[in-house]
């Protein structure tokens, strides 16, 4: 009930800010045609806006006979989480990287890229999908789906109102094409902030909920140490071409960005993974990620990847390093 009450609220503040946007660059008539849009924008996001990010995202759907591993591994943790298995896709990209979306639990989807598969180690890659599903299950991915899909709409407003002069011979337009103008900076801005505020606490809460999820907070501290360190090594190029994406990633995926500035979508990677530390150290699991007494496991014909639960392999093999899964 709270996360549908908190995604209407959103909806109402970024069609005010559409509005707002609409008035500064055509007065009343451009506020009127900002809410039809903005109408639009919420109807469209709310059915279609998972679809047009993983478009936009470069992300393809993969079927079950091409990697069977992923498929099982997302399957035995969507299991834990108490959530039908989300729809499966691949980024076609180095950086390695993941997000959900979707609009609630029955019809959502991840989507990891190949760089994750390669790069990551087994219980890596899984730590990261029970982050998501972690998402997928507290329905953040609406509301973070809701505001990529809006950011991107109040840019391109504020862009076409000034490639259009609006605002200029508009009376009711208090500040004429400065209002326009000041929209093309503010209006971006703006969407920013509201990312930052839907993004940065929700990171936190996932981290820990996925590594309960998993069992092994330490296996995602790991992975987000990684990821953080190749994503200003390595460009998405999708994400680069679409930065009101960004907050819906794992990591920030945009080459240029800082991790840790006032300005940023996701909380610094470093306090994400001390806190994860000390939530390893309540959970009362070694370095490893195993407690110190022997416990019950489910019966499964995967490897022993340690954390409570058994995947097959995907991505890297712990002992070697070296395994390749079918993506390669």
Do not use: C
Request: no cysteine.
């Amino acid at each position: 009930m709270f996360n549908a009450f908190r995604t209407y609220v959103l909806l109402a503040a970024l069609t005010a800010l559409f509005m707002t946007v609409g008035y500064f660059i055509g007065g009343t008539s451009g506020m009127v045609i900002a809410f039809g849009f903005a109408a639009v924008t919420n109807l469209l996001g709310y059915w279609n806006a998972d679809k047009l990010v993983l478009r936009m995202q470069n992300a393809v759907p993969v079927e079950r006979s091409r990697v069977p591993e992923l498929y099982d591994m997302v399957d035995i943790l969507s299991r834990k989480a108490g959530i039908p298995t989300p729809a499966v896709y691949v980024i076609q990209t180095d950086q390695p990287n993941a997000f959900a979306t979707g609009r609630n639990p029955e019809n959502a989807a991840v989507a990891v890229s190949t760089g994750l598969l390669r790069q990551l180690q087994t219980h890596e890659v899984a730590a990261v999908i029970a982050h998501e599903l972690a998402h997928i299950r507290s329905r953040d991915t609406l509301t973070m789906t809701i505001t990529a899909t809006f950011a991107g709409a109040i840019s391109a407003l504020a862009q076409f109102g000034l490639f259009f002069g609006g605002g200029n011979n508009n009376r009711d337009n208090p500040l004429g094409g400065i209002g326009a103008l000041l929209m093309v900076f503010l209006a971006p801005l703006a969407a920013m902030l509201v990312q930052m505020a839907v993004s940065r606490t929700r990171e936190y809460e996932a981290d820990r909920d996925g590594a309960e999820i998993s069992g092994d907070p330490l296996s995602l501290a790991s992975a987000l140490d990684k990821i953080a360190g190749q994503a200003a090594r390595q460009v998405n190029v999708a994400a680069e071409r679409n930065p009101a994406m960004a907050h819906m990633y794992i990591v920030n995926p945009l080459s240029g960005a800082r991790m840790d500035n006032l300005f940023s979508t996701h909380p610094d990677t470093a306090n994400r993974i001390e806190a994860l530390r000390r939530l390893a150290a309540e959970m009362r699991l070694d370095d490893k990620g195993r407690k110190p007494q022997p416990r019950p496991r489910p019966v499964s014909t995967g490897r022993d990847i340690g954390g409570g639960w058994r995947v097959p392999t995907v991505g890297r093999t712990d002992e070697d390093g070296g395994q390749r899964g079918p993506w390669g």
